[in-house]
């Protein structure tokens, strides 16, 4: 092992940076020379590198988003397109590569090391923390605090008009956003994907909950399947309860950039020494994970079938504090 | 002059509160009884009020929102309205009232002046900053941080994925916020209901501006005559330009909360403490105004014919920053 | 059981608040009554209680600070003063007791409740995170935002003047926030009562390291047994290395206040739960812990038993990077 | 005029970088060439000067610091420094420079521009907002925020302990910092160099305002004529009232670095414009100001006789409101 590629894949998260300097300076600190891929697949199809030394990757360590950057490529998704990547690598002389991404980017990953002679070792880094086997995927924690930060402000005004606010945050297969960001709000209604009943939530607050003039509320809701989820219970509920003043607030994208939390930060750093250390061991096919606070292998092809079991926990102490 | 009212009205602004502490500080500190009407108009018409002591306000200064709270009120729109509330506040022993709020709220206050023996002073809090007569109203200031704070998170993004964002920013009639908003974050595009050519400035962005594949940009929208102005702007820009990255952000109400900034504070406080003094001074139906730096006197009837001119240079730098 | 108290006592520790809401609502969700000690140990003395209800634990989870205030109690130290506590509680009917603090509020409660006979259940708030047997405390992600959030401030002026800066962070005996706190902001050296090798480090960086004249640097100390320790390094630094701009920054109590994170809160709310949850369960003298996800039972005699290991592959990971 | 420079001297300020950004821009946009000098008067008798284009200045108008560095130079105070400054500008065929920074910099620009053929026009920036002729310093109103951020927390602090803190703030012989910086924390004495009486404050604060032993106090201090003073005054306190729990917090250079908020960058861009079209207007020795809103022009020689006369009616407030 002589020289690594480095990338980011997918939608872009917070802490991505902090993954690519400690990924850098571990390599050069083991003799490795290292290479940052920039724009995701596409970049690597296009040949698009740059080399890092250690002064590159400076100041890094506190920003949103990627200085790689990032893309999504249809064309990497065909034979000939991961052919035209793995000619790209070939030429450039990279041994190795550390992904930094989410479920998308380690199966594309995956398909290319079973196509053409490459090691991928990955870095989970997502805003929704949906992979198997870690408890924390970069940005996740930065996301959740932008989101306990913008319903805070909301809560400013729901409480001075007595207003329900429906508030939208992302997670498109995932509440977790939603119900960890619902519990540290005192959000007085909960609704994510994955506990359907917590419509009944709904009804009760709605039905019993909220017959003081004065009471304000906030409903967070998980994007789910499709955005725009909050309009529709918005429209459902003035229809039902044509006294309320009932408005939305989808948070959007301000939820996925910002200088990322110390806890990211931290964890993508460790989790990018981890990622070199696993090259350096010939381990290929793996992401790197934390579990329990300790540093964890975990093969691609689990990693990836997404398992976002929640904890049924903090439903039923979101059910009880808000009796 | 022995005991007045104080009470806010129309949207809530970050700094509502200091200016209700300095209000109920002043007119103690000059032995003046003081009562906090709730709710707005509503309230007053209702006879929601409480006895506001020094104690009462400690612990405000820094808080979003209005411990008061606030409401719109269609009653206090007719004739019978008006009366309840002036016999309610005869009842309270009221001689006089401090409304803070904005050109609505004190509409309503020059009409109930002139139709029944009761004294109003304005203080100006929307964050608009669209009242004629004074530089700064409270929640401006605040509101303004807000919106460079989540777009400078949207530009992380918009960089990383080499993408065009469209962010509404709140103003129905005015774009002080999208104007100053969008020169602070570097905006590429910045379109005011006050500047219809801007529009072209859009145009020449897209047209020419946008050739790199890398290159991102934030184009600000500010409201205007109805909310979702972007999402018709992003519409038809998709339409035009079917090769681009499009999305669209609406801040929305995390604009209107958060704990107010210095200067909306201590605008606040001298304005609440102008207020006061005015009242003793036998003064009414003005608001307090800051011009120049100085605390000035705008008479309700100058004050609220909005007027809202843009600062036509600082438009002229945004396009000549962009070339 | 009937009646609890809910008290914070020791330093106080962002997230406190949302422990009291949380333990007030689970308490009631069970039929329960529940007083509000304030002060501490010292208001048990004197019986400064106030019932809590429901609505008067909305709106504070997300303030710094604690709501029932806190203090220390030298009186309490003396068994005529658990006396007079014991016979406060007595009197207003309080079967069992919610203690939300760090070591010595635990300390305090174990001899209490083996001189009398009163139940105590602890939950962790302490920003140094150095009780046994839970990974959490309640106040430490928080206060290690704060630091990192300081120090990347510190770190612009730094890299603009070409500047060292040492920079004081809190921790008596346990060097956490340092730790974590470095290695989020990129520390080129951090020191810490665990590891007295570290300033091998600093001697390593201040002759080999600081060779070029634009190189900055941030060195981060934990204030270890007494403060001030960042003045005495920097006389060192000064006296060995009179070429070198060093300043100093102690960031003291701007680390201790500040709206709680969304984890710091989520884990006090099930904290606080569980707490109800144990005196329900008739259990005693025993500490509320998050040990891998998970709540746990850590009886007081073991979780005072100060054990602060710090992660020794953070250092080496920290050396690794700032070759 | 065909080339200029533009560099960033004295202590750093956020909101320099979007300065810089906003003279290259617009020298651009006026077909002249830019050349960045760096590490101030230092590195202009160094000769370290680098091209900026367009694209070098883009993605900085958040950041703080500076790009360009800044540096003390004892060399640059000797004829002979000058002249070697001088020469280094002539061979770079620079024919006048922007300069941003405080009076000790527009000094040092008089005194070079009256020995040798170069104009020079200045951009007041420094946090302590004490240049005469201009309403705004960039970074001043950063650096108050800062401030207001950090009592916000250290308040949570003292209100949960019944604590007195001093807070030192920044401002050598300028105590605006400490002044707006009190009024908007709800400050209950503020100390500044401008206003000896106010230590008869703190006296009827102590003697008279502090029986309650629950009523915490925040004391703020401007850092006068050395830092430190607050721990003087600690003593001071501590040994009159022995009783009090006091505390001291130095904030330090927390306040000085930082994204800068909106309204700074809004004014350095307009200062920046501003400085390019002074300079091709041939004008010379002014700085920029903003007056009333406007953009002035203010000779060195007036702007640098420092006249940081004090609001003295917003001490009058801060006293009634603290009765």
Redesign the interface.
Known sequence: LQKIGVF?SG??A?GMNAAI??VT??A??NKLKVVGIR?GYQGMIEGDFIPLRSADVS?I??????VL???RSNEFRTFEGRQKAWLQLQKAGIDAVVVIGGDGSFTGALTMSQEFNISFVGIPATIDNDMYGT?YTIGY?TA?????C?V??????A????RI?IVEVMGREAGLLAL??G????AEVILIPESKEQHDELKRFLDKGYRHK?RSGIIMVAEGDEPGGALKIAEQVRREHPDLDV????????Q????P???D??NA??MG?AAVDALLDDQKSIMIGID??KIVQVPFNKAVKLNHSI?G??LD?QR??N?
Chains 1, 2, 3, 4 share one sequence.
């Open positions: 980011t939608g872009d917070p300097r400690a300076r571990a050069i600190a724009r100041g360590i506190q920003l949103g988003g990627t950057r990032t893309a408890d924690e959740l605090n932008s989101v306990v913008a805070d402000k909301i809560r400013d005004t409480v001075s008009h007595g606010f960890n960001g519990i540290a709000c005192g004065e408005r939305v607030s989808i948070l959007g994208h301000i996925r950039g910002g200088s939390t110390a806890n930060r931290v750093t460790r020494v329990d606070g904890d926990d903090l102490i009880m504090l009796i």
